[in-house]
Nanobody
Framework: QLRLEESGGGLVQVGGSLTLSCAAS????????MTWWRQARGKEREFVGA????????YYADVVKGRFTISRDIAKATMSLQMNSLQPDDTGVYYC?????????????????WGQGTQVTVPS
Protein backbone atom coordinates (compact mmCIF):
# COMPACT_ATOMS: atom_id res chain seq x y z
CA GLN A 1 0.00 0.00 0.00
CA LEU A 2 1.34 3.39 -0.99
CA ARG A 3 2.35 5.71 1.82
CA LEU A 4 3.62 9.23 1.31
CA GLU A 5 5.27 11.34 3.95
CA GLU A 6 6.21 14.97 3.46
CA SER A 7 8.71 16.78 5.63
CA GLY A 8 10.90 19.86 5.73
CA GLY A 9 8.34 22.59 6.09
CA GLY A 10 8.76 25.56 8.37
CA LEU A 11 8.77 29.31 8.75
CA VAL A 12 10.96 31.20 6.32
CA GLN A 13 11.36 34.87 5.59
CA VAL A 14 10.50 36.46 2.27
CA GLY A 15 13.19 35.69 -0.25
CA GLY A 16 14.39 32.68 1.70
CA SER A 17 14.74 29.06 0.70
CA LEU A 18 13.41 25.75 1.92
CA THR A 19 13.69 22.18 0.75
CA LEU A 20 10.82 19.75 1.19
CA SER A 21 11.09 16.01 1.02
CA CYS A 22 8.60 13.31 0.13
CA ALA A 23 9.30 9.75 1.21
CA ALA A 24 7.30 7.11 -0.60
CA SER A 25 6.87 3.56 0.58
CA UNK A 26 4.98 0.92 -1.32
CA UNK A 27 5.41 2.85 -4.52
CA UNK A 28 3.80 0.76 -7.26
CA UNK A 29 5.92 -0.37 -10.15
CA UNK A 30 5.01 1.54 -13.23
CA UNK A 31 4.82 4.81 -11.36
CA UNK A 32 5.17 7.41 -14.04
CA UNK A 33 4.67 10.81 -12.49
CA MET A 34 5.03 12.15 -8.97
CA THR A 35 3.73 15.59 -8.09
CA TRP A 36 3.84 18.39 -5.56
CA TRP A 37 0.75 20.33 -4.55
CA ARG A 38 -0.03 23.00 -2.01
CA GLN A 39 -3.11 24.23 -0.30
CA ALA A 40 -3.50 27.61 1.30
CA ARG A 41 -6.08 28.09 4.01
CA GLY A 42 -9.52 28.41 2.52
CA LYS A 43 -8.38 27.61 -1.00
CA GLU A 44 -8.35 24.58 -3.24
CA ARG A 45 -5.33 22.39 -3.63
CA GLU A 46 -3.00 23.89 -6.21
CA PHE A 47 -0.61 22.10 -8.53
CA VAL A 48 3.02 23.07 -7.95
CA GLY A 49 5.01 20.72 -10.12
CA ALA A 50 5.61 17.22 -11.33
CA UNK A 51 8.46 14.93 -12.27
CA UNK A 52 8.57 11.83 -14.41
CA UNK A 53 9.79 9.14 -12.07
CA UNK A 54 12.09 7.32 -14.48
CA UNK A 55 13.18 10.10 -16.80
CA UNK A 56 13.43 12.82 -14.18
CA UNK A 57 11.83 15.45 -16.38
CA UNK A 58 10.19 18.16 -14.33
CA TYR A 59 7.22 20.41 -15.02
CA TYR A 60 6.19 23.43 -13.02
CA ALA A 61 3.24 25.70 -12.48
CA ASP A 62 3.90 29.13 -13.91
CA VAL A 63 3.78 30.74 -10.45
CA VAL A 64 6.80 28.75 -9.26
CA LYS A 65 8.73 28.30 -12.49
CA GLY A 66 12.29 29.52 -12.09
CA ARG A 67 12.09 29.46 -8.29
CA PHE A 68 11.27 25.84 -7.47
CA THR A 69 13.14 22.71 -8.51
CA ILE A 70 11.91 19.12 -8.23
CA SER A 71 14.25 16.17 -8.07
CA ARG A 72 13.92 12.52 -7.17
CA ASP A 73 16.02 9.62 -5.97
CA ILE A 74 14.66 6.40 -7.38
CA ALA A 75 16.78 4.15 -5.18
CA LYS A 76 15.55 5.88 -2.04
CA ALA A 77 12.04 6.45 -3.37
CA THR A 78 12.20 10.07 -2.36
CA MET A 79 11.33 13.31 -4.06
CA SER A 80 12.45 16.79 -3.16
CA LEU A 81 11.15 20.28 -3.76
CA GLN A 82 13.79 22.98 -3.56
CA MET A 83 12.09 26.32 -3.09
CA ASN A 84 13.91 29.61 -3.55
CA SER A 85 12.85 33.25 -3.46
CA LEU A 86 9.87 32.35 -1.31
CA GLN A 87 6.98 34.77 -1.13
CA PRO A 88 3.97 35.08 1.18
CA ASP A 89 1.79 33.58 -1.56
CA ASP A 90 3.83 30.39 -1.27
CA THR A 91 2.39 29.83 2.19
CA GLY A 92 0.39 26.66 2.54
CA VAL A 93 0.45 22.98 3.30
CA TYR A 94 2.53 21.14 0.74
CA TYR A 95 1.64 17.63 -0.35
CA CYS A 96 3.23 15.09 -2.60
CA UNK A 97 1.22 12.71 -4.71
CA UNK A 98 1.50 9.90 -7.18
CA UNK A 99 -0.44 10.40 -10.39
CA UNK A 100 -2.62 7.42 -11.16
CA UNK A 101 -2.09 5.80 -14.53
CA UNK A 102 -4.80 6.76 -16.95
CA UNK A 103 -5.58 10.02 -15.20
CA UNK A 104 -4.26 13.51 -15.68
CA UNK A 105 -1.59 14.36 -13.14
CA UNK A 106 -3.19 17.79 -12.97
CA UNK A 107 -6.46 16.38 -11.62
CA UNK A 108 -6.16 16.36 -7.84
CA UNK A 109 -9.47 14.53 -7.47
CA UNK A 110 -7.98 11.52 -9.23
CA UNK A 111 -5.31 10.92 -6.58
CA UNK A 112 -6.05 8.08 -4.20
CA UNK A 113 -3.33 8.72 -1.66
CA TRP A 114 -1.94 11.82 0.02
CA GLY A 115 0.48 12.32 2.84
CA GLN A 116 -0.30 14.47 5.84
CA GLY A 117 1.42 17.44 4.25
CA THR A 118 4.01 19.82 5.60
CA GLN A 119 3.34 23.46 6.44
CA VAL A 120 5.32 26.23 4.79
CA THR A 121 4.83 29.72 6.12
CA VAL A 122 6.27 32.86 4.56
CA PRO A 123 5.08 35.84 6.60
CA SER A 124 4.54 39.12 4.83
Amino acid sequence: QLRLEESGGGLVQVGGSLTLSCAASGLPSGTHIMTWWRQARGKEREFVGAITWIGGRAYYADVVKGRFTISRDIAKATMSLQMNSLQPDDTGVYYCGRARPGYSYLDASSYDSWGQGTQVTVPS
